[in-house]
């Protein structure tokens, strides 16, 4: 992988995560120049990052240039958890039939003070369980499945 990859990835993973933190919300405006000096990196990745982002549907350019975050409908919220639901119960299976990581076992047991009952704000929630389920699915031998990611 190339620096610019590497760049280009670092840039796409921090916006999304930062939208799926809320910190960016639905119909916030955002340039290229600011999430640029805000990640310490040139444009040109970022551009490609933005670009990916555009494709995934997560923000839109506007006319004039600028980048508006998308709200995500109902729909494409159902969406998103039916394939999540297929794609990680065939990760789960094949994590089944490997060693246990420590890294899942971690997370597993964040997880189960959740189901538990341990309060805690959504957005930590929402953290916990995106590492709860990348650590399937690396436990199913290094896939990858981050959805919305």
Known sequence: MSEKETLTQQAYTDVKQRILEGKFKAGD???ERALALESGISRTPLRAAVSRLEKEGVISRLAN???MVRPVTVEQL???VQIRRLLESAA?????ERPFPEAL???RQIMQAYADGRNVAFDQFWLDDDQFHEAVATAAAGLSFCLPC
Do not use: P
């Open 29 to 31: 405006v955002l340039t």
């Open 65 to 67: 240039g600028a980048l």
């Open 105 to 107: 076992e971690h997370s």
């Open 92 to 96: 789960a299976a094949r994590a089944a």
């Open 78 to 80: 159902l969406e998103i």
